[in-house]
């Protein structure tokens, strides 16, 4: 009996948590001594979203406490040898961080508990550049570190061409204006222009056209891009990546213009500056060099391994049949770029079919980028479009939804106005019916496969939960095809799985999509035929 009582007990306590807003779980500290809620908790979970103690994060990563006034917390980094100066500053009244020139909306991210400042941990994470785990009850914090490849999965595929801009109609080509702005509108993959210098230095500059010849670095740091922006040389540029650490580099040496002397002069200062700036090479593995020809490639990798190359094909005189024999002989090519008229459907093909990804450079035109990727294009170089058009707010739908008369809990959202659902849950309920139909997966050519009147094979993923958050929806660019024929509905992918438009599927498959406004019920009768809106 007594067992009993102290189970409902238990019971009651969980639900009162998971029911007051006000009311957190708390964590062990770094110690293992249990806090009770005080203030030692070096992380909360409030029934949704996992807090990091402020303090203890910034001081594993090597800040102390510079200032605190008013509301305004700021942290200044330990000076590292030949690396920039580090000063984060948390405006809590304005919901804003700024790490040096690079700003972060905390809106809605901070929790003041106790005297403690919490900050939601993924938001911390952006800020600090770490990674954060829990274990065995204790926060763990750790270096990034990425893969070869993965800076081809940020920023949605789009890169700030010369930097980018400095405002939605102006693009100083390779500022450091256009770095911050672009930086501080969601870029993470930065291509910027590289020439020599008189003195042995990289300067940021596209050519030396309008300055009067050749420069020392000295000089070149002196003059002001359209007469107000500042230019920049290779140190300046890898000061910022020390400051944000999820940003990466990708270098237009022009070297089709220089002998093989200077293109090795050219890696020789690149890869000896980023390894004086970070001995890790932390700093050196987040720069993609591009080639322009095949004997660069054996040039700039006799300088260093490089763990990922583009091969861009603006200045390349190589057939298509060479360029795919080329690229397969070496992994670390991960990204071909071209430019209009080289972008033929069949090239495209091929080149994914070795597992590379396809960019093309330059366009603004966001439509005409979203039409670009619909069509198998992965990345794009951009002066003016920001990540964050790409991937549209998705808005989880709390209408009801009936399937032949019978309510239906799905996971569904609304984007842009428009329902979208999950492709597989939409298939798993129609089993069985006369609209049913399957969904494949061929990840070789990472293609979306769908045979109509066919039984659907279940993957065990289906129905599996309903969101009740905002999410981030991707574009989702993998082709789509329907019994042996290519379709293009619109499709975003949502934390791993493909949403597509409702009244797309009805059409694909010929069901009723009807909407009754006083139920606030969307209605699927697989017994009638789809008749549009």
Not at 130 to 143: C, D, L, R
Not at 448 to 464: A, D, F
């Amino acid at each position: 009996m007594k067992e009993k009582k102290y189970f409902i007990l238990i019971i009651l306590i969980f639900a009162f948590i998971f029911n007051n807003a006000n009311a957190y779980i708390y964590a062990l500290d770094s110690s293992g001594d249990d806090t009770d809620g005080e203030n030692k908790a070096d992380f909360i979970y409030d029934g949704e979203n996992l807090y990091i103690k402020l303090k203890t994060a910034v001081i594993s990563e090597g800040y102390y406490l510079f200032d605190d006034i008013d509301q305004n917390i700021m942290y200044k980094k330990n000076k590292i040898k030949n690396q920039p100066e580090i000063i984060i500053k948390f405006d809590l009244k304005n919901k804003t961080a700024n790490k040096n020139e690079f700003r972060f909306d905390i809106n809605n991210k901070v929790k003041l508990i106790n005297g403690e400042i919490y900050i939601e941990k993924e938001k911390l994470k952006e800020i600090l550049n770490i990674n954060i785990k829990i274990e065995k009850n204790s926060v763990k914090f750790s270096p990034l570190v990425f893969a070869p490849d993965e800076w081809v999965t940020m920023g949605n595929g789009l890169v700030a061409h010369a930097g980018g801009c400095v405002n939605p109609t102006t693009n100083p080509p390779n500022c450091r204006q256009a770095v911050i702005y672009s930086y501080n509108h969601g870029h993470k993959i930065f291509e910027l222009d590289f020439n020599l210098t008189t003195d042995g230095k990289l300067a940021v500059v596209h050519d030396w056209d309008g300055y009067v010849g050749m420069k020392s670095s000295e000089e070149w740091k002196e003059i002001k891009i359209w007469g107000v922006y500042t230019a920049m040389i290779l140190e300046d540029v890898l000061d910022i990546m020390l400051v944000n650490k999820d940003m990466f580099l990708i270098t237009d040496t022009k070297s089709f213009e220089y002998t093989q002397e200077q293109i090795k002069e050219q890696f020789e200062i690149l890869i000896k500056t980023a390894k004086e700036k970070d001995p890790t090479l932390g700093l050196l593995n987040r720069i993609i060099p591009q080639i322009y020809n095949q004997p660069m490639y054996d040039i700039i990798m006799a300088k260093y391994n490089f763990k990922s190359v583009i091969y861009t094909l603006y200045a390349s005189r190589e057939t298509n049949k060479e360029v795919l024999d080329f690229i397969q002989k070496h992994d670390n090519i991960h990204v071909v770029t071209m430019a209009p008229p080289k972008n033929t459907g069949k090239f495209v093909e091929d080149i994914r079919k070795t597992g590379r990804y396809v960019y093309l450079h330059t366009f603004n035109e966001l439509q005409e980028i979203l039409d670009y990727k619909k069509a198998g294009i992965w990345g794009i170089y951009t002066d003016f479009v920001f990540p964050s058009e790409i991937t549209p707010e998705a808005v989880p739908i709390f209408s009801k939804v009936t399937v032949d008369g019978k309510e239906i809990d799905f996971d569904a959202y609304n984007i842009n106005g428009n329902n979208y659902f999950k492709l597989r849950d939409l298939a798993y309920i129609l089993n069985g019916t006369a609209k049913q139909f399957n969904v494949g997966w061929n990840e070789i050519t990472k293609t979306i496969i769908l045979t109509s009147n066919k039984k659907y094979t279940i993957v065990g993923s289906e129905m599996s939960g309903k969101g009740e958050n905002n999410k981030t929806a991707v574009l989702t660019i993998s082709k789509i095809y329907l019994d042996g024929r290519e379709i293009n509905p619109v499709a975003y992918n949502i934390d791993g799985n493909n949403y597509f438009k409702l009244r797309d599927i009805g059409q694909i498959f010929d069901f009723y999509i009807g909407w009754n406004e006083k139920q606030n019920t969307i209605i699927i009768d697989t017994g009638k035929k789809y008749f549009g809106k």
